[in-house]
């Protein structure tokens, strides 16, 4: 299974992902090679906790991810 993951930069220091597919699934890490081992982690933690629950585990629609550029004009 493939889930999307979120990195994000933490203020104090470091990085902290999450899955949108799954809430409450999240992770942090001192680099992002870190977070990326730690979020692993926590989805197969996630996906156990689904099977041993008997709770389908949900799959993943199709997100697209983008950035816009927006310009506020001075007042």
């Known amino acids: 299974m493939e889930y999307t993951i979120l990195i994000h ?3 104090e220091g470091g ?3 999450e899955v949108p ?4 699934c999240y992770s942090q890490g001192e680099s992002i090679d870190e977070t990326l ?3 692993k982690e ?3 933690a996630h996906l156990m906790a689904f099977k041993e629950e008997l709770v ?3 799959v993943e629609e199709n997100i697209f991810i983008g950035r ?8």
């Not at 597919?21 to 409450?24: R, T």
């Open 68 to 75: 816009v550029r927006v310009e506020v004009a001075d007042s």
């Open 37 to 39: 081992l730690n979020i």
């Open 15 to 17: 990085f902290w992902s």
């Open 21 to 24: 597919a799954l809430p409450g």
């Open 42 to 44: 926590a989805i197969e």
């Open 56 to 58: 389908t585990a949900p």
């Open 9 to 11: 930069q933490a203020e």
